[in-house]
Structures are given as C-alpha cells and as structure tokens.
C-alpha cells in the first residue's frame, strides 16, 4: 500500500469550502485575503459582463446593417459606393497624367453629365461652380 499525504485543505467538506469565500470558514485568518480575492472577483466579472454587453451590441448593429444591405436602398447605396470608388479612382489617374504630360485639364465625365443634364432639363445654374 502506498501513503499520500494530502494537505489539509482537501479535507474540508464542502460547506466549508463555500463559507470560507465569505469569510465564516473554520480557519480565521484568511478572511481579509478572502475578501479581497471576491472584491478582485467582482470586478472581473463585472468588466466581463460590460464586455460581453458592448460585444451584444456590435453584433445587433452589424445585422441592422446586413438587413439594410438586403434592401433596394441598400443596394443602390453599395452600387453608388462603387460608382463613386471608381470616379474617385479615374479622377486621381486624370490628373496624375495631366500633371506627368502638363496639360490643362478638360471638363471630367461627371460635369460634362450635369451639364447635359441641366441642358436638357432646361435647367439655369453654373455647372463648373458646382462640378
């Protein structure tokens, strides 16, 4: 037969185990250090309980977001980000080449649409002022 020793503590029963948390167990002098270990306890659990909170509410926004994007609004606003991403795009290629080649700039393709536009509207409004 073999002999283990066990340290005294795996001897308490159960009910002493959970009154020590609290401070009433059958040993006395910790019960400042188990305060202070629930305090530390509490605070964490506390930060867990805002973070689990904050993730909540991250993840409500992003479907709001994912149901939006299934709309025709939504489309038309995923569709107006790409049209404006490649403007923006052809518009910094133009004018890196009329800077490389000096030349003067000519009317880009989205003025040129606003002035068709207000022609044929028979609309009165300087279009290069708010091209």
Known sequence: RRLTIEPASAHKSLVDRVLSIFGRGTERGGDVENIQHVTQEVRALEDL????FLDIHDLRNEMERIRFSETWLGKFFNFMGYFFSVYCIYKMVMCTVNI???R???VDPVTRGIGIA???FDLRFDE???S
Do not use: E, G, N, P
């Open 100 to 102: 490389i080649l000096s």
């Open 118 to 120: 207000a022609h044929w």
């Open 49 to 52: 309980s805002t973070q689990l």
């Open 104 to 106: 003067v700039a000519t």
């Open 128 to 130: 290069l002022f708010w």
